[in-house]
């Protein structure tokens, strides 16, 4: 069932979504070599309950951080570690924030110190494919004309793009109905409705789009063991075009 939100169930998703990006700013300001995405994790639950907040993933199915940390090769739900971060690499990192009953969900790739042009074209594709789907979702459009666009400029700038996991609506519950992909045809799938409020969450990589899941249940890696990045953001869609409830200003 998709649910409908009004502009006041919005309104305070959005001041969720200014707190989670608040806590992406600061944590830009924070990613250096040495740094561990432990150290990130500490910051981010400390941040959130000083603020009152809540990080929606910490006890999801047992899940035990308040934010997904993913380097390198990792694509999504990766665990935060003390392990500290070196030069060249790449770091997503993804977190839901509860703030008076409603949720914002927004992911973020970083560099650290100085990467490959390789690495730094992938950040850019999977931002920039980020913003194209999001200029598809107006009422009137379907779920498959924001995917459409994503794919179609990832893999025409050599990318693959992630089957296997996906966006989805979002509100009270993490995951709601619909589901948003980033790959398939256009003019397919739920119509998009003012109310409906979704996140858009490309995963592109360098190689393969297949995925290997860690011993530990979570972390999802390439198969190929090649960089993968990516970007998030909560959306409302609205008569006046899509709005970005987690925008960093």
């Not at 050599?158 to 966006?167: D, K, P």
Request: with cysteine; hydrophobic share 35%.
């Amino acid at each position: 069932m998709i649910i409908i939100k009004t502009e006041d169930e919005i309104a305070k998703m959005k001041k969720a979504g200014e707190l989670l990006a608040e806590c992406h700013r600061q944590i830009g300001a924070m990613i250096k070599p040495g740094v561990t995405t432990a150290e990130i994790d500490r910051f981010v639950e400390k941040f959130l309950q000083q603020n009152g907040a809540h990080p929606e993933q910490k006890g999801y199915h047992g899940y035990p951080y308040a934010t997904c940390a993913s380097v390198n090769d990792v694509i999504c739900h990766g665990f935060p570690k003390e392990e500290p971060l070196h030069d060249g690499d790449i770091v997503t990192i993804d977190m839901v924030v509860r703030l008076d009953g409603w949720l914002a969900d927004s992911a973020w790739s970083y560099p650290v110190g100085t990467i490959s042009q390789e690495a730094a074209h992938l950040l850019e594709v999977t931002r920039k494919s980020l913003y194209l789907g999001i200029e598809q979702a107006v009422v009137g459009n379907r779920i498959g004309d924001i995917s459409h666009a994503i794919q179609q400029y990832a893999e025409g700038e050599n990318l693959s793009v992630v089957r296997h996991f996906v966006g989805h609506a979002i509100g009270q519950q993490m995951h709601e109905e619909p589901q948003v992909p980033h790959y398939g045809p256009p003019h397919r799938g739920p119509r998009l409705k003012e109310g409906m409020v979704i996140t858009i969450e490309p995963m592109l990589n360098i190689g393969t789009f297949n995925v290997k899941i860690d011993e530990d249940g979570w972390t999802a890696r390439t198969a190929d063991g090649k960089l993968s990045a990516q970007y998030e953001h909560t959306i409302a869609i609205t008569k006046n075009g899509p709005v970005i409830l987690t925008e960093q200003q």
